[in-house]
């Protein structure tokens, strides 16, 4: 079975443009969740999606949205892009949530000037 | 808010010898999993091992096992004959049951010296 895909794998944007990342379930895999990693924060939860319903959501701004679609894949923008929002973003697929494991995608490393 | 937390901020080991990373959480909860994870170079987040809060049995996956103190609230990670492959930071997880949402130790960087 496939991976969990996650695209672009890299990117350059700069201040107060907006970027979409995109990311691939493993097949069958109907939960997606979606977190930030950077040096000084760590790993942090940004938002889960199941059945095209987010279903839990941390603690960062309006900026940062998502969705998921029918077919389980999800996206999630950054709008306004500020400097700090440079960070590895990782997506995590599980088969239905709540007790389930969680398997990462290589994520997609978000640079902004 | 759940909090965990792993006080080794780097370790090595030699090859073939046993390590043990620890982690400890904190929770008022008592239906919760805990996670290892390893982040090699490549950046790849890979699952390590498992353990479900109501099992007293401690989860094992080959080489490596861990050490659940539940009244302590101690999660700790054994590797056993390491090897060259096993440097990585490893990152503690916790997830309350009910919730896709992980709560992550800020790792630990592990060096194995040939």
């Known amino acids: 079975k496939a991976g969990v895909t996650q695209t672009p794998r890299y990117l350059i944007k700069t201040r107060g443009q907006q970027v979409t990342l995109s990311c691939s379930p493993i097949?069958?895999?109907?939960?997606v969740s979606w977190y930030q990693q950077t040096p000084g924060q760590g790993l942090q939860f940004l938002f889960e999606?199941?059945?095209?319903?987010?279903?839990n959501k941390g603690n960062f701004p309006g900026r940062f949205s998502g969705r998921q679609f029918s077919n389980s894949r999800s996206e999630m923008n950054v709008s306004t892009l500020e400097l700090g929002d440079s960070a590895l973003y990782l997506c995590?697929?599980?088969?239905?949530?709540?007790?389930?494991?969680?398997?990462f995608g290589p994520g997609t490393r978000l640079l902004v000037l | 808010a759940q909090t965990v937390t792993q006080s080794q901020p780097e370790m090595s080991v030699q090859e073939a010898e046993t390590v043990t990373l620890s982690c400890t959480y904190d929770?008022?909860?008592?239906?919760?999993?805990l996670f290892w994870y390893k982040q090699p170079p490549s950046r790849q987040m890979i699952l390590v091992i498992r353990q479900e809060a109501y099992k007293q049995q401690n989860a094992t996956e080959n080489r490596f096992s861990v050490n659940f103190q539940k009244a302590a609230k101690s999660f700790s990670l054994k590797i056993s004959d390491s090897q060259l492959g096993d440097a990585a930071m490893y990152f503690c997880a916790y997830q309350e049951g009910g919730s896709e949402k992980l709560v992550f130790g800020k790792g630990t960087k592990l060096t194995v010296n040939p």
């Open positions: 097949s069958g895999h109907r939960s």
């Open positions: 999606y199941f059945s095209e319903t987010q279903r």
């Open positions: 929770t008022s909860e008592s239906d919760y999993y």
């Open positions: 995590a697929s599980s088969l239905a949530g709540d007790r389930e494991t969680q398997y």
